[in-house]
């Protein structure tokens, strides 16, 4: 801390009661005092005091950097394309520590935001992250992980994703990670338009697939869930499998409406229903993610082609609804009512014949045969 004083003269300061450890250290400087015609020009010396005791605020800022530097972790994002960057900006804001690698170099995005970035996975690794996050493309998440070089990570290293899909990045952790590393897969299901504003009530899926018994491990585990419980999600516990069935109920198919409806060219009018802009609002989340996601979703989600199909089914059948109908007015119209009747005519015999068709009264048969 620095007192300043300009008086004349300057009496060394006593120390106060309280500040019993306080150092005192005296700089005089020259002080130039803007002319007064009324005094003849002088230049008093400034008092510097620096007291580097820790006052009372000192203390608790201390505290919470203790505090603080005990709950970060150290995470290093690989994949630091949108997703990835969304991500990096709360963790930041939680006090965690950024590291991140991508294929293109994002170097001057990562510095605006507060983040380390590495062009070569090696240097990353050589920082010892508590956690590694993937956020790359599902598509292209295998051939990564195969080039990772895990030997230069702490031997229980916490590996986590944010893969739209879950089984398929589980079972690549299960297949290429050293086993003393902790698995954890997650899927926050919001993205960067549906939770630019709050994460509040948001859903955020988690599977603890393997997490050391070690209490330190337990609490690093615990650590980066608290981001997303303290951010308001609400965290769903469930396995990667019943998460791949649930989500290409939902989420695929939302995806593919949003699509198709973005390829049908909706607009906005100014008489917008609340349904119509639902639809829009549809189209507007889902036109910023990458087709290598959507395409992601559908590849590597064995309940997605299913989805598909019976989308498909269900589009044909309204269609056929309404054409149908649309038919039925039409022959009215061509026909006028003698078909309809013909139809319970025949209705009727079949009731009569027990299933087969007896021969009409005669006289119910008009001349022209109708
Ligand atoms: P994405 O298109 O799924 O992935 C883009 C990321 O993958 C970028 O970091 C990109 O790196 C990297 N990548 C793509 N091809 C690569 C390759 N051949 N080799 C190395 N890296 C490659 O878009 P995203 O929205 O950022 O999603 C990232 C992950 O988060 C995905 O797995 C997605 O399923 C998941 N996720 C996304 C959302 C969302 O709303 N966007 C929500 C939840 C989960 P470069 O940029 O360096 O090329």
Known sequence: MLLFSATRPLNPPQPLPFLSFSRFV??????????????????????????????????????????????????????????????????????????????????????????????DPNDLFEQHPDVVLLSTSILSTETLLQQLPFQRLRRNTLFVDVLSVKEFPRNLFLKYLPPDFDILCTHPMFGPESGKNTWAGLPFVYDKVRIGDEESRVKRCEKFLDIFEKEGCRMVEMSCMEHDKYAAGSQFVTHTMGRVLEQFGLESSPINTKGYETLLNLVENTKGDSFDLYYGLFMYNQNALEQLERLDMAFESIKKELFGRLHRVYRKQLFGDKEEKERERRFAQKLLGNGGLIDPPLDNVGQDGS
């Open 26 to 119: 005296s700089l005089s400087l020259p002080l130039p005092i803007l002319p007064n015609p009324s005094r003849s020009t002088h230049f008093p010396s400034l008092q510097i005091y620096s007291i580097d005791a820790a006052q009372p605020f000192d203390y608790e800022s201390h505290l919470k950097n203790r505090y603080l530097q005990s709950t970060s972790l150290k995470i290093a994002i690989i994949g630091f394309g949108n997703f990835g960057q969304f991500l990096s900006e709360t963790f930041i804001r939680h006090h965690h520590t950024l590291l991140a690698h991508s294929r293109t170099n994002y170097t001057n995005l990562a510095n605006q935001l507060g983040v380390s970035f590495f062009s």
